[in-house]
């Protein structure tokens, strides 16, 4: 026993010396700038040979790592009770088939970090076990039975879902790589993860080629075996795209986008177009989520296995800088603001942003306050950057993470508009002027959502899908999400002539965007956002100024709204507010009628029925309504040529895809230039315990545009006891340096910057 004790410590002793020696002929290697050759020790990929003597070092002693571990622990013992099962495919999403592999792609990456992390047999014959059935069963597979996909997989009926499963399993491949013999490799490699590999890129150009979220994960997939294979043809394949392809000029997506045409592909590429230089991902923070695994996982594994890219500082460190851009367009509960296509309710709690936030603290310079984020998940990755986040927090070094005002610009350059949020003492803002955002972007430009404390005052709608439920559609995307939740009208902003921005044409909308007036949040009482843009319609200009102003005459900050439309021609134009709750007053009166009729017949106008019509009979018109015990009033600029129409969603609907959600809408016929200028006050509460309402009412008694120029709009907001606010905007220029002098009523003002207040 003694021998043996000596002679397996005089191994481990050697090993040690070795993997020094290596290490170090590696770096030298980085530092001179010559390729370095793929680590051959294993696990590498994401939890690494260090990681795991690291994390044995620490169990025990690291209360968040230890419940996150314990966690997995007891899922995947009760999986292995249950047994093995890999059925043959045959379902969409949410179907049984669909359901267990995925399931089995979760399973199979936990066992695999259970093996290193414990040392426990049991995990690694499971993972080999399982591996092994998919051999056997992938050699046999056709294309997935279902066609509805634009690329079939073979596991699962989209190219995407396989993806998802490589990217998964090849973590649970590097961490047994030295369980299996090498015979067992050689199987798995030959008929399974190459020719899985082969059918995601070159089998599926369509899929693969181009940049876009499915790609990603697409490459990220490829690259990921091919890391663990140490195949260098693959992992070049990831990063550039297959070379030398051309794909059909018509070749259309799921979701109605082209094709890549210009040749840009490979993960280098879908971190150069989508994200701009502040981070923001063009699908918006949804698709941003749901991309940012793949893009990060992928990273940390060619950090991990071949430093000498700089992974984490391509593009000036982009992927990191999107953490930071991802978390702050989440609300006050951590809710991921619904921009284009998004779910409603998806959060930073996804297990998608513990990996982002983890990656983030771990590899980009341990920012304090993504620990505070860390603690509200409650749980961590088990590898490398999660054991950091673990310690981190056990010595208490966390933060708040604050979430301020921001603007976030939009395209490769950050040049293609952006997404503003203002954000003051609950009130949250969501200006959106950004880019179309490939095929799930919404015709929605300018467009504004708004949120106290994380509740939707006026709301975006969001997408049209059940993700996941095969009840609806597949769990796929619903028709509806193309004729209604797209459409401008579904949206708070202008929708001129029943028509949708661009036309409702992709290929339009992806080759124009607005752009940013002024963004100014110096001033902590007054924060403000304008944009502009040219080509919604033929013609017409719009040009939205929107503030948020804390004013101590004002029981919560306020928002006023100044939406300027220009045109060559008389046109009718329908500025919606898309709120929640219960109607309580208004200061005009309308008429309620016995049958419901749509409000027209295309671009959204199907979905919405007409509950109520008035005529706009006051200068100002104004509605308060009572949402989750809160009160709210809307006072906008009217004249008595001004129609006012309550709808809801829910019309041409038969099978209930459709939440049925009011709103009150502003019609204005027959103009050429008109402003929309309205307030927003949030106010008072309601106690149904006590029965008391408190602060009720509007506290606005007037609101007049005193001025309204090319160059400027003047706006008093008169207050129900007498004092007057002047707010003026530059419409023309809006340089911090511009110094403007204009008289308005016979008298002078003079101030300098984009904007004035008082």
């Known amino acids: 026993m003694t021998n043996t004790k000596n002679f397996i410590l005089k191994f481990a002793l050697v090993a040690i010396v070795f993997t020094v020696f290596s290490c170090k002929k590696e770096d030298t290697a980085v530092a001179d700038n010559s390729e370095s050759a793929i ?425 049209a899908r059940f993700v996941n439920i095969e009840q609806k559609g597949g769990g796929n995307y619903l028709k509806e999400n193309k004729t209604w939740a797209k459409q401008t009208i579904a949206h708070n902003t202008v929708t001129q002539n029943e028509t949708s921005h661009y036309n409702g044409k992709y290929e339009i909308g992806s080759q124009n965007h607005p752009d940013l007036h002024y963004f100014s949040t110096d001033n902590d009482n007054v924060q403000v956002i304008s944009a502009k843009v040219n080509n919604t319609y033929i013609g017409t200009d719009m040009l939205r100024t929107m503030a948020v102003i804390k004013d101590e005459d004002f029981e919560k900050p306020y928002i006023l709204d100044v939406m300027k439309v220009s045109s060559i021609s008389a046109n009718q134009y329908d500025f919606p507010f898309y709120y929640f709750g219960q109607v309580l007053e208004t200061n005009f009166d309308y008429s309620t009628p016995q049958t419901l009729k749509p409000l027209g017949t295309k671009n959204g106008y199907q979905h919405l029925f007409v509950e109520g019509s008035a005529k706009a009979n006051n200068d100002n018109s104004k509605f308060s309504w009572l949402n989750n015990n809160k009160f709210y009033t809307l006072t906008t600029v009217t004249s008595d040529k001004d129609e006012l129409l309550f709808t809801r969603i829910g019309a041409n609907d038969p099978d209930f895809n459709l939440r049925r959600d009011p709103s009150l809408l502003l019609r204005r016929k027959d103009s050429k230039n008109t402003t929309f200028v309205s307030v927003i006050e949030a106010h008072g509460s309601y106690s149904p315990v006590s029965e008391s309402a408190l602060n009720s009412n509007s506290n606005i008694k007037e609101l007049k545009v005193i001025l309204d120029t090319k160059d400027y709009t003047a706006i008093v907001i008169t207050t129900i006891s007498g004092k007057e606010k002047l707010f003026i905007t530059s419409n023309a220029n809006a340089s911090l340096e511009a110094t403007h002098n204009l008289k308005i009523n016979d008298k002078d003002y003079q101030f300098k910057g984009s904007y004035y207040f008082k």
């Open 39 to 463: 680590t051959q020790e294993h696990p590498k990929l994401i939890l690494t040979a260090q990681g795991v003597k690291d994390i044995r070092a620490q169990l025990g002693n690291i209360p968040i790592f230890d419940k996150s571990l314990q966690a997995v622990k007891e899922e995947i013992d009760a999986e292995i009770e249950l047994g093995i099962e890999v059925p043959i495919p045959k379902d969409y999403s949410g179907g049984y088939t669909h359901v267990r592999h995925k399931r089995n792609w979760f399973v199979l990456q936990k066992a695999g970090l259970l093996y290193q992390i414990l040392d426990d047999e049991k995990y690694a014959k499971y993972v080999k076990d399982m591996l092994m059935e998919y051999e056997a069963l992938y050699k046999t597979l056709p294309l997935h039975p279902k066609t509805r996909s634009y690329a079939r997989g073979k596991l699962f009926w989209q190219c995407l879902n396989d993806s998802n499963w490589l990217v998964y399993v090849s973590q649970a491949y590097d961490c047994i790589y030295d369980y299996l013999t090498e015979e067992e490799r050689n199987k798995l490699e030959t008929n399974l993860f190459k020719p899985f590999a082969n059918h995601i890129s070159i089998d599926s150009p369509q899929f693969y080629q181009r940049v876009h979220n499915h790609s990603t994960w697409g490459n990220a997939a490829v690259g990921m075996i091919g890391l663990v294979m140490n195949d260098e043809e693959l992992i070049d394949r990831a990063l550039y795209g297959i070379k030398d392809l051309k794909l059909d000029t018509n070749e259309k997506d799921d979701d109605g986008g082209y094709l890549n045409k210009d040749g840009k592909a490979g993960f280098l590429a879908n971190i150069e177009e989508p994200f701009s230089p502040d981070g923001y991902y063009n699908e918006g923070p949804y698709y941003q989520r749901y991309a940012m695994y793949p893009f990060l996982i992928f990273a940390e594994g060619l950090q991990n296995v071949k430093p000498e890219l700089k992974i984490f500082e391509y593009k000036e460190g982009v992927l990191l800088k999107s953490i930071n851009a991802l978390l702050n367009l989440s609300d006050a509960d951590g809710d991921f603001f619904p921009l284009n296509d998004g779910q409603k309710g998806m959060s930073y709690y996804n297990s998608a942003l513990v990996t982002a936030v983890d990656i983030s603290y771990h590899y980009g310079g341990q920012d304090a306050g993504l620990l505070s984020i860390a603690k509200e998940q409650d749980q961590v990755l088990l590898d490398d950057s999660g054991l950091a986040v673990a310690l981190g927090i056990k010595n208490g070094s966390e933060e708040p993470f604050r979430k301020e005002s921001i603007n976030l610009s939009d395209g490769p350059e950050g040049k293609q508009g952006g997404v503003g949020i203002l954000r003051n003492e609950g009130m949250e803002l969501v200006f959106k002027y950004a880019s179309q955002g490939s095929s799930h972007g919404h015709y929605d430009k300018l467009s504004y959502s708004l949120y106290e404390n994380g509740e939707e005052i006026l709301q975006d709608y969001g997408l």
